[in-house]
């Protein structure tokens, strides 16, 4: 029975009602009730957030439905394939961490690739983007400490995920240029740099990739899209959410989407340096005591992340005026440091970061 109350919306219907039919097998209970308690609208999805009443116990939930932009059946095939992998992921991730401190995971209930969504167990915490901004207050102390500890925690879940699978593939340093340089290209189209600067920051490419160790070029899973968005913090434990878009890639893929989000607070005047540079280095450290941020492939990941922002940032529509002077501000910074990045390496600016 769906309690009455929050009304689901038409395409989760036939999902609860599906929990509702399977009960004993997804929660051991041959009748249970299912409560919509809200509904989030997301870029990707949509996601409700349901409890389920299975006898005296209580689960909340998310039901989270992938969306499609169109009816061609090649993007059906595309996303029921992220939907498969977003639930088989969060299987294996769930049996990897179980009994890690610190180590937190989402448990999955059920996959339906059919309704293109899947249900999870609700995971404790807040998001690390919303402690990330508290934290610029913070004058240290104990819920910093934390803070860095959870930072080391996702450097951790990081190394833990990229050594579950078997024999690793090379990672290719000529897709990767490949793949910048089509964001380059976009940028030029949109006058958002120079002739000049393009072929600046692709010579930039290959003065450092002559230096990148062929050990660095191992291939390993990669989260695909870890930004403190999808983490959830509780105290110093952590949860990464969000696993649909796991794939092979470079081992500093998603370690370097992270640092790159947490350095842009460098920018921010009211924001302590000092304190940016503790959760960059416990992030760092985390994943590998002896990393440097220079290492070539390291700085690689970084002028890739910092272009697409810049590459998105200039080409996807503002959604109002405030939102139009924001971007410019934004992409402002994003190109000022990939100016920064070509012109002096990772090395200049980044000294005080090196790990002991
Ligand atoms: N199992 C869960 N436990 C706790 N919170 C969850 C869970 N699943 C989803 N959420 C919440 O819903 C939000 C969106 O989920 P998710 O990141 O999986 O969707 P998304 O479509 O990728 O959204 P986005 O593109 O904004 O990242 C999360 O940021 C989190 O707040
Ligand atoms: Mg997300």
Redesign the pocket.
């Known amino acids: 029975m769906l309690t009455e109350g929050f009304v689901p919306t038409e395409g989760f219907v036939a999902i609860l009602e599906r929990l509702q039919r399977d009960s004993d097998r997804y929660f051991g209970a041959s009748t249970i009730a299912i409560e919509p308690l809200a509904h989030?609208q997301?870029?990707?999805?949509?996601?409700l957030?349901v409890r389920i009443r299975a006898g005296a116990g209580a689960v909340?939930?998310?039901v989270?439905r992938?969306?499609l932009e169109s009816s061609d059946p090649a993007e059906r095939d595309f996303v029921t394939a992220r939907v498969e992998t977003?639930f088989a992921v969060t299987e294996r991730i769930h049996r990897l961490v179980a009994g890690r401190e610190g180590l937190r995971s989402?448990?999955p209930i059920a996959c339906f690739p059919d309704h293109l969504a899947v249900i999870?167990?609700?995971?404790?915490?807040e998001?690390l983007g919303r402690v990330l901004k508290r934290s610029a207050w913070l004058s240290g102390g104990r819920n910093f400490d934390n803070l860095c500890t959870a930072l080391e925690r996702v450097g951790q879940w990081l190394k833990a995920v990229q050594m579950m699978d078997g024999p690793p593939g090379r990672f290719s340093l000529d897709e990767m240029r490949d793949y910048l340089d089509v964001r380059l290209v976009r940028l030029r189209e949109v006058d958002a740099i120079s002739p000049d600067e393009r072929q600046a920051i692709l010579d930039y490419f290959d003065e450092q990739r002559g230096n990148v160790a062929a050990a660095d070029l191992l291939e390993v899973p990669i989260h695909g899209?870890l930004?403190p968005?999808?983490v959830?913090v509780t105290g110093s434990e952590i949860?990464v959410?969000?696993l649909?878009m796991t794939r092979p890639g470079s081992m500093y893929t998603d370690l370097t989407h992270m640092y790159t989000h947490i350095e842009s607070d460098r920018t921010k005047r009211w924001v302590s340096q000092q304190k940016v540079e503790r959760l960059l280095r416990a992030t760092l450290r985390g994943f590998d005591r002896n990393l440097s941020p220079s290492k070539p492939l390291f700085a690689l990941n970084v002028l890739q992340h910092l272009i697409c922002k810049v590459a998105k940032l200039a080409t996807r529509p503002p959604k109002s005026r405030f939102d139009a002077a924001y971007k410019r501000y934004l992409r402002g910074q994003y190109h000022a440091r990939v100016r920064t990045l070509v012109r002096s390496g990772m090395d200049l600016e980044l000294n005080s970061l090196v790990t002991q």
């Open positions: 989030f997301r870029r990707r999805s949509e996601l957030k909340y939930a998310y989270k992938y969306r977003d989402v448990r999870t167990e609700e995971a404790p915490g998001l899209d930004c968005g999808n959830l949860t959410l969000d649909a």
